[in-house]
Structure formats: C-alpha cells, structure tokens
C-alpha cells in the first residue's frame, strides 16, 4: 500500500521506528509511504537491547520468531558498584556473608585472571552520522537559534505518570547465603589466611526478569542491523517500499493535508498528504519543518560506543551495568560472539577518533579487564542530551522515537520507547487517515505517549547521575539489594512492562478489584488458552487480526451478535469460555481470574495490546458508549 495522495500517511524514517509505524498502518487499513534520507540501511549496530514489552509488539506484529532465532537472550539486569567486579574484596576473604543483596548465590561472575595483555589494533575512523530508531543523538534546534543552556539538577522525582506499579507475579526468591564454614565459590574454606585474596564478586545487584508480568520474560539482544532488516521484510510482505536516498526539504499544512518538498538524485518533487509522521530520528528534519524543539538539558554527557569481539569468561546470560565515580559502563552480550560495550567519558577533543586501546582501558578501570577487546566492528564517540519536545502533534503533522525524545542510552530504552510509540500511534492514525475516526482521537497518542516519555528521560537521567554520585548510589543500590519490591520496580520500570495509560481520555470502564488490571493497562496474557480445535494460543496471535478484540464470557448467541453491531466494524467479538464450542477454550478460567470479570463481564483490548474497556456487566450499551468516545470524541 505504497502511494501518495489526500489519503496517504507520509512516514519519513526508515530506521526501527518508522519501519515498525509503516507496518502497523498497513496491517490496520492504512495507505503509507515511506522514504528515507540514506541511500543505504546502516551497518553500525547502534541500539542491541529489545525488551520484553516490544517484544509482545513484535510477536503481534509477525516480526519476534525471526528476532529469537538471531538474538541473544539475557535474562538479567547485574549492577555493580563503584569496586572493581575482580578485586579482593575484604570481607568475602575473611568469611563475612552479605546478606539480601539481591542477587542468587553462585551466579556467573569473572574469575581471577593472573595477566592482563594490553591489546593494540589500529584505530577505527570516528563515526559522524546521527543515530536513528531510538539512539541518543544531540538535538537540532530551529534554524537560526542555539539550545538553551540549562545546568542539570539532581532531585527527587515522584513516581511517573504512566507508570504502574511493579507486577508480583512469581514469587520471590531470596539469595541464600552460603552456611558458615562451608566453603563456596565466593567464601573460601575456614583454613584459608584471612588477609584478603583476590576473590570473584558477585555482583551488587542481580534483577532477574523471570519475575516480569510478560510473556516474554527475557532481553533480546540484536545489532540494529538485524533488527530493522527483519522490520523491513515485514513491511515488503506489507506491499511497501520504502524509497531511499528520498530527503525531507520542506512541509506546508494547511486545514486539507500537508504539501512535503523532497530531495533525491531524480531532482526536487512536491507531494500532497493527509498526514505526516516524523520518524526521522534526533536531528528530526520534521520536527524543525514544524517549528518546535528538543527542550530539556543541554550540557551534554559523552559516551564511547564499541561494537567489539571480545573474549570473556562471564556468562552470556545478563547485561552488566557499571556504577563506577569515573561514569557508568555497560556490557551487552550479542550473537557471534560479540559485545556491545558502552562508557561514559570525558568530552573528547574535537575529531578524537575512539580506538581499540582506549576501549581496553575502560575496561581496565570500570569492569577489571573482564573483556579482552580483540577486534572491533564499530567504535564511535556520541554526546548524549536530555529532553522531549512539548507536543507530539502539530496539525496534521505527528513525531515519534527520536524526533520526539532524546535520553541516555542507560537502560537501553531508546528504541524501545520509539517502537511503542509507533505501535500506540498506528493504529489511531489509521482510523483516522480511512476517514473512520475524527482527527481528535490523535491528541490522544500525546495523551499517552508524551508522560512515557517524559518518564523515561528522567529515568535515564537519574540512572546516569546516580553511577556517579557516590552517596545516591550507596542508598539506591542498599536499597535495591535489600528491598525486593524495590528491585522488581526497578526491572519493570527498565523493561517498560509497567507502562499504562490509566488516565487516558479515550479508555474506560472499572477494574474487578485492586489486583485486577484497569482500563488502560496492558492485557495480560491468559495462560492455557485454546481455540475451539484444542490448538494453543495467546493474546500475542490474536492481535495478529486488524482491529479490536473483544473478549467476553458471555455466551448467548444473540447478545454476540449486539456486540459486534456495537462495535461497528472495529474488530473481532471472541466469546470465551471454560467448555467452548466456538470461540476460546479456557479450561482453567484464566479470563475470569486474572481479568476479573466474572460470568458476564468483557474486555475490550486495543491493537496495541492495552484495555480500551474492562467491566464485570457486558452490555452492547458500554461498548456502543466506548467506540462513540473513541470514533467521536
């Protein structure tokens, strides 16, 4: 469905972002056109880390089973503080235990290493061009005028709007300290001197995502590359092409569409739209085209990118964090056997070039050397800002990902917040491109989306002041080991399961109790489900559908059919139950268990995923009142 006209979406951005955009408007009914100012997708890994929430978007999307097979799967967050992972630590040596840390007894941590060879390698050229789909880049402000600049502030910030509170979903498992006396391999034997031994460290904090209220409770880990190459055959299975080495000039709306100018090796054209998304990463040419810009914190923090071979004797099986006085660090396990590490740094000199040297000794300082760099597949340097712009929507013209928000890369939620961004978007705008929807429902994605922003930016902020602040980071770190509830906000609030949007305009209805989700959370999975053939199923697949889905424990033929007349033509009516004929099988009642809703209730879930509606007395009024909100206003 590629084309231009009065009724085509313009996505300009071809990166995760605007591929994952062009996907969602395609399957929802959209006409789309997608152009892209590079005339080759890039090689640079950029953003690895896929969470567990876009990864419930992928799967609804048909994109995750090819992700699985490349990525790699982690499935811890490990912290550790302000010490080197691999020096003696005085209190292990002479038989002291710590306890609640937070982490399980006899996770992989670095062996002692008794030489540590310097590694040399020529130096690998600088890379210049912004990061797109969800990557840090600096801002570009509107032509003719500088950033602000502003002095960042450490302060407390209150739990964030559009967030939920961390799920208890499995039950907690406490690190088992080792019995005294016996030795392990992190006490050694009563017998042994008492004088401190270089001894390996477990880590500060270990957060396991087991505990997460996903399908999917793992990281993925996938260079950009892959990633959006498995974006793109989705959306040419879709019938678009997505046109490169297209460049964004201008854009002129006015009350009946936008006139966009491009650029490209053909020349200059000008084209009309109805609509038009801003994909196009942090030196957006669409968000300048509409007059606004990035506002936030402009004392920029530098970073070292390394894409790198490297060997080491940790496991592949977490993400390892690095609160160190000198910056936070980062180590992303990747397929192949590479990693992706990142560091905090000093402003570099103008046009320093990043070496293979220079990545070692980063490594040195921050993990002790437990990375061996032996090659490099990209190093770059990148000036990391804060900040969002103060509307999602301008007119006729709309922003996402990186156009929208710019962070640190601590937490690796960059392109992840683009995506679902897109994904909560999509959808909205398709309604209302196909003329089924007022263009009011759009203020609605800024409604939803621009808290979520706003929280990841502090989020980010706070994680990266906080590796440096020696006393913030004693409390939060004591307070994250020791607090399991704690620990389970933080894993959630990092791998964005927690989002909802509860205060939404367009989601309504009530809860079945406290512990039953709200209008405006995420639908949880229903464990045990069956179509009426026996065959397995989840809500991922049957989001796989355009539109709605309806779920519903009732049963009578003739109130179905009211139900799918009050929801006039928006998706599928589904009747659930524990002795289906039709419809889904749940022999163990989950829909009524976890949703609430008892013998008559619905649950009216979003092509995002989320509940647009949620009540225990289905009736085809509430859901006739529901779509007049949505389509209406």
């Known amino acids: 469905m590629t084309g231009s006209g009065q009724d085509t979406v313009l996505v300009v951005g071809a990166g995760p972002v605007g591929l994952t955009l062009a996907a969602e408007l395609v399957r929802q009914g959209a006409r789309v056109r997608v152009v892209e100012e590079l005339t080759e997708p890039t090689t640079q890994s950029r953003a690895v880390v896929v969470h567990p929430r876009t990864q419930e978007h992928l799967a609804a999307m048909g994109v995750l089973d090819g992700m699985v097979r490349e990525a790699a799967a982690v499935t811890a967050l490990e912290i550790y503080a302000g010490h080197n992972p691999r020096q003696p630590d005085r209190r292990q040596a002479t038989g002291e235990t710590r306890q609640a840390t937070g982490q399980s007894g006899g996770q992989p941590a670095v062996p002692q290493r008794t030489t540590e060879p310097a590694a040399t390698s020529p130096s690998t050229p600088q890379q210049t061009a912004p990061p797109t789909g969800g990557q840090p880049a600096a801002p570009q402000p509107t032509a003719g005028q500088a950033p602000p600049r502003t002095t960042p502030q450490q302060t407390a910030v209150p739990p964030a709007a559009g967030r939920a509170a961390a799920p208890q979903t499995a039950p907690h498992r406490p690190a088992v300290p080792p019995t005294v006396g016996q030795p392990t391999a ?63 000039e201008s854009l002129k709306q006015d009350s009946g569409g936008v006139t966009a100018t491009f650029t490209s090796a053909a020349g200059r054209e000008r084209s009309r739209y109805a609509w038009v998304v801003g994909a196009d990463g942090g030196h957006s040419t669409t968000r300048t085209a509409v007059g606004t810009r990035i506002e936030g914190v402009f004392e920029g923090q530098h970073f070292l990118f390394a894409d790198v071979a490297a060997t080491t004797e940790f496991a592949p099986d977490a993400v390892r964090m690095f609160a160190h006085p000198a910056g936070i660090g980062g180590a992303f396990p990747m397929p192949g056997g590479r990693t992706r590490l990142l560091f905090q740094v000093e402003p570099p000199p103008p046009g320093a070039v990043p070496t293979i040297a220079e990545t070692q000794a980063l490594v040195d300082e921050r993990a002790g050397g437990a990375w061996r760099v032996t090659d490099a597949h990209w190093l770059t340097y990148f000036e990391i800002h804060h900040g969002q712009v103060p509307r999602y929507r301008h007119g006729r013209v709309l922003l996402a990902g990186d156009a929208a928000h710019i962070h640190s890369p601590a937490g690796g939620q960059g392109m992840n917040t683009g995506i679902h961004d897109a994904v909560n978007l999509a959808w909205k705008l398709a309604l209302v491109s196909t003329g089924r ?108 559908r355009p539109g709605h889905l309806l779920l519903t424990a009732v049963q009578d033929e003739a109130v179905l059919d009211r139900f799918r007349a009050a929801l006039a033509g928006l998706g599928t009516v589904v009747p659930v139950s524990r002795t289906a004929a039709t419809g889904l099988h749940d022999p163990e009642d989950s829909f009524a268990t976890h949703y609430g809703t008892g013998d008559h209730g619905l649950a009216l879930i979003r092509p995002d995923g989320y509940l647009g509606l949620i009540t225990r007395e289905a009736t085809p009024a509430a859901v006739a009142s529901y779509v007049q909100r949505l389509l209406h206003g």
């Open 186 to 248: 992190h006490q050694p034997p009563q017998h042994q001197p008492t004088q401190p031994q270089p001894v390996v460290r477990q880590p500060t904090v270990r957060l396991d995502t087991g505990r997460l209220a996903t399908r999917y409770p793992r990281i993925l880990d996938l260079p950009q590359p892959r990633t959006e190459a498995l974006l793109a055959e989705r959306v040419a299975e879709l019938g678009v092409q997505v046109e490169r080495g297209v460049a964004l």
């Open 437 to 544: 929807a007022d263009p009011v429902l759009l203020d609605s994605y800024h409604a939803e989306r621009h808290p979520v922003g706003a929280s990841v930016v502090k989020q980010t902020t706070r994680m990266t002041d906080t590796a440096t602040d020696r006393g913030l980071r004693t409390l939060a770190l004591f307070l994250a080991g020791h607090l399991p509830p704690m620990r389970d906000e933080l894993i959630s609030g990092i791998s964005e399961v927690d989002i909802h949007y509860r205060h939404s305009p367009i989601v309504t209805g009530h809860a079945g109790s406290r512990r039953h989700p709200r209008p405006g959370d995420h639908a949880p999975d229903l464990p045990g489900l069956r179509t009426a053939d026996g065959t397995p199923t989840c809500l991922d697949e049957l989001l796989r």
